[in-house]
């Protein structure tokens, strides 16, 4: 297990505050965050890089704060890949096994072994400056990889790469984490976050926000900045009269005074209110229906995504939903046309 305890770092007029996290062998851990937000001074801090003024690093129990870059069995691999450039892929990823007490043979066969796991086997005689970004990544993997760490940590890997090459990328990245390597992948694209990791961190101005398994955090942001950064774009201010609840509900007046009502008690006159777009419905006439949040608006536009089509709604506040194609095409939606937006008290989150 890894545990980071409470620490605290800085680097130059930037600040890592009380970051504290547990993983489990085999996790995946995805740090999400803006640039500058302090994910990759985390990366530096476990790699001993960087020394936190307090704070403890703990793996299977043993306290490794103070070991040096060489001894920490961490392996980084930054974006830039820092391959050696004079050396082939072979060497590259044969230099990391020198000092192991390996004979040549054994140094040869690990280095087969780790290239053919990242796809790299017809590049061995190659060298760097002839390798595409892809082909140049998986090299620093499998050059990372010969030193056998216990923990991963990645800066970025999938940034610069193409569509085509970041699917690969997350494939490899899957193979090796599913050998039971634990993996901490920094990146700022919640899509990728979505499709590689056991559990998410959301790291913000160098605090650590909130983190959890994807489900918990993309379902439950615990402030407006998690949620903007899932990628929900639903999200108003709404104030609250005191007076407000009825019959078991509370209602929130938005600046353009739409009402909108909700379960939870907002606990103070003015709050951000949350609706996931998967949780709306959207139909041609007003629905007989327990959802008691029911509008009439205009679609505005219509983006056809991987996993649905999203609408853009005019119903005095801009609202965006998403819905299968099967759906568009059975309600024969388009911009411009009327439509009705229904969704349940119980789907309005509170931040």
């Not at 851990?29 to 890089?49: H, N, P, Q, R």
């Not at 205009?298 to 759906?327: Q, T, W």
Request: charged share 25%; proline share 4%.
């Amino acid at each position: 297990m890894l545990e980071i305890k409470n620490i605290n770092a800085r680097l130059g007029d930037f600040r890592l505050r009380n970051i504290s996290l547990e993983l489990e062998p085999g996790d995946y851990l995805t740090v999400l965050g803006l640039s500058g937000a302090g994910k990759t001074v985390l990366l530096e801090v476990l790699a001993g890089l960087v020394k936190p003024e307090t704070g403890e690093i703990n793996l299977d129990g043993e306290d490794i704060s103070n070991l040096k870059i060489q001894n920490r069995p961490f392996g980084l691999v930054y974006q830039d890949m820092a391959l050696f450039p004079h050396m082939t892929v072979r060497k590259n990823i044969t230099y990391a096994l020198k000092g192991k007490g390996l004979s040549n043979q054994e140094q040869g066969n690990k280095t087969l072994e780790l290239a053919r796991l990242t796809r790299v086997e017809h590049l061995l005689d190659r060298h760097p400056g002839t390798l595409s970004g892809g082909e140049a990544q998986r090299v620093a993997l499998a050059r990372t990889l010969a030193s056998n760490p216990k923990v991963l940590l990645l800066d970025e890997p999938l940034a610069s790469l193409d569509v085509k090459l970041r699917q690969e990328l997350r494939e490899l990245l899957k193979k090796i984490n599913q050998t039971g390597k634990t993996i901490i992948h920094v990146t700022h694209d919640p899509m990728e976050a979505a499709t590689l990791s056991k559990k998410i961190a959301i790291i913000e101005k160098g605090e650590l926000i909130q983190w959890g398994k994807p489900e918990e955090v993309f379902r439950n942001p615990v402030s407006e900045f998690v949620a903007r950064f899932s990628g929900i774009k639903n999200i108003f201010p709404c104030t609250f009269e005191k007076t407000s609840e009825k019959n078991g509900l509370f209602h929130g007046l938005t600046k353009n005074k739409i009402t909108i009502s909700c379960l939870d008690d907002p606990g103070k006159d003015a709050a951000h209110l949350m609706i996931p777009g998967e949780d709306i419905i959207v139909s041609k006439e007003r629905l007989e229906t327990s959802a008691i949040n029911q509008y009439k608006g205009i679609i505005n536009e219509i983006y056809y995504l991987n996993h649905g089509v999203e609408l853009i709604i005019n119903v005095g506040e801009i609202f965006s939903v998403i819905v299968s194609k099967r759906s568009v095409e059975k309600l024969s939606l388009a911009p411009g046309e009327e439509v009705w937006l229904s969704f349940k008290a119980s789907a309005v989150k509170i931040l």
